[in-house]
């Protein structure tokens, strides 16, 4: 097979990445060892998300997960930051 990005790890950063260029038409393959993505955030319990700016490069990453994370029930907002998460619904 052919893939345009081949992205080794799927932590935060790597779906972040993975998420990015799938969404910019490229062909994608993520690779992971552990038995799910997250990384930190599922794995290492890392809670609370930390909120994007504006103008960051995971911005719209962010947006994404925490609005996927609201329709499964998983999400919480806590002193105005939403990144407040169940990581085992995460996983």
Known sequence: ???DVIIIGGG???????YMCAKQG??????????H???TI?????????M?????INTEFYSTLISE???????VTYNG????????ITK
């Open 69 to 75: 994370l609201k329709k499964v029930g998983a999400q």
């Open 52 to 56: 994007s700016g504006k103008h960051q």
């Open 81 to 88: 930051n939403p990144g407040w998460f169940n990581p085992e």
């Open 1 to 3: 097979m052919h893939y």
């Open 42 to 50: 599922t794995s290492g319990l890392v809670v609370p998300v930390m």
């Open 12 to 18: 935060t950063s790597g779906c972040a990445a993975a």
């Open 26 to 35: 490229l062909k994608t393959l993520l690779l992971e060892r552990g038995i």
């Open 37 to 39: 993505l997250g990384g």
